[in-house]
C-alpha cells in the first residue's frame, strides 16, 4: 500500500528541460584599461611604498653631520607645540636638540658625586 502512494506521489512531479546556458557579456575595452590603470597605480604606490625606509635611510646617512640648535629655541620656547613642530620639520635638529637638553636636564655618571660612583663604592 505504502509503494503504490509513493509511486502516485512520484508520478506527480514533471522534469523539466534544462534551459540553456547564459553567456555573461564580455568586459568591454574601456573597463579593461580602467582595470589595468588601476592594478599599474596600485603597482606603483606598492613599489613607492617598499622604497621609502631605503630612501630615509639615504637621507639620514648623508645628515650625519652635526645639526646646530636654530638661534633662540632656548628653554622657554620648547613647549609640546614647538617640539611637535620641530620633530615634523626637521628631525635631525629635533634629535640634536634633544640630546642637548638631555645633557643637562639628566644627571651626569661621570662627576665625583655622580650615582655610578656612589654605587661603586658600596
Known sequence: MDDENLERYLAEFQ???????????????VQLWWIAAAATISLGVG????LLPEMRRAKDAAGV???RPAPGSGQSS???????????EDE??????LMERSRTALPSFEG??????ILAKE
Do not use: C, D, Y
Open 47 to 50: 613599489v613607492l611604498w617598499s
Open 65 to 67: 653631520a652635526q645639526v
Open 15 to 29: 522534469p523539466r528541460p534544462v534551459r540553456a546556458l547564459e553567456i555573461p557579456p564580455s568586459i568591454g575595452r
Open 78 to 88: 620648547l613647549n609640546v607645540i614647538a617640539l611637535t613642530r620641530l620633530a615634523l
Open 92 to 97: 635631525e635638529q629635533f634629535e640634536v636638540l
Open 112 to 117: 665625583e658625586n655622580s650615582m655610578l660612583r
